[in-house]
């Protein structure tokens, strides 16, 4: 309640006038306006937060390995038994060898969008440059994957041999645009519903400073908040999940 609170507060320009999208602006971390290759800019520091907050976790959290867990190794605890066990049941027990990879995965795209929802932050995982390099590096791995375990046998991932004869060609053909648009869909679907539901938030914040409305205001912003801490372990899980899909398909190509 209080950090929806303060965010109505910071988020409100004391005016009328909403502009939810400029918080997904790139800029410059160090002042200036032009953003170069090598720039450093409030992207690229909120993605070294993101993984900062892992590290943090996952390694200094858990460096006692106490018989009693703290807090930080419990949440790491439940975290590697959760990611585990959805690789395992998903993609099989030979997809087991990928752990590490998914877990990076899921961590990444959890702490990010946890990080978002802090007031003055930025949900870099609203950028589709970000999710989409996610989701290509999935689909390349996938790729490799499978040509490297099945060789030419991959392709049977295209080829429906339980439908009728005349319609395979039709059915590999679509399969094969399903496939491609695989990276694609991975991305947008991320980035989409991250960018959506903090556009709403600063939305809500907007007519926090018109009286008549501000304690509706107020009340709209908690509840999204409380919506938008779903939606970001949701969508990791989502997007973790959807990789252990493809990675099953990779491992195990015939229909």
């Not at 170069?36 to 520091?45: A, D, P, Q, S």
């Not at 200094?60 to 106490?66: C, I, L, P, W």
């Not at 053909?173 to 519903?193: A, D, M, Q, T, W």
């Amino acid at each position: 309640m209080g950090l929806a609170v303060l965010s109505a507060l910071f988020l409100n320009t004391g005016t009328t006038a909403i502009h939810p999208m400029d918080q997904f602006t790139v800029k410059p971390l160090f002042g200036g306006d032009h953003v170069g290759m090598l720039t450093i800019t409030n992207v690229t520091f909120w993605l070294a937060m993101s993984v900062l907050a892992i590290t943090l976790l996952l390694v200094v959290g858990t460096r006692g390995r106490a018989i009693i867990p703290s807090r930080a190794q419990s949440i790491a605890e439940l975290a590697y038994g959760f990611v585990y066990k959805m690789v395992e049941e998903v993609a099989g027990k030979d997809a087991v060898a990928f752990f590490p990879y998914i877990m990076t995965l899921f961590m990444f795209v959890a702490s990010a969008n946890m990080l978002g929802l802090l007031p003055f932050s930025f949900t870099t995982t609203s950028h589709i440059a970000v999710t989409a390099v996610l989701a290509l590096a999935v689909f390349l791995t996938v790729t490799f994957v499978g040509f490297w375990k099945n060789g030419t046998k991959f392709l049977g991932l295209f080829w429906v041999s339980s439908a009728p004869l005349p319609l395979r060609p039709v059915l590999a053909i679509i399969e094969l645009i399903s496939y491609f648009v695989r990276p694609v869909s991975h991305s947008i679907r991320l980035g989409g519903n991250m960018m959506a539901g903090h556009a709403v938030i600063k939305v809500f914040a907007g007519f926090a400073g018109l009286m008549a409305v501000a304690p509706f205001s107020i009340l709209a912003i908690t509840a999204m908040y409380g919506l938008e801490l779903l939606v970001a372990f949701v969508q990791a899980y989502v997007f973790t999940i959807l990789t252990c899909v493809y990675l099953k398909d990779a491992l195990h190509p015939s229909h």
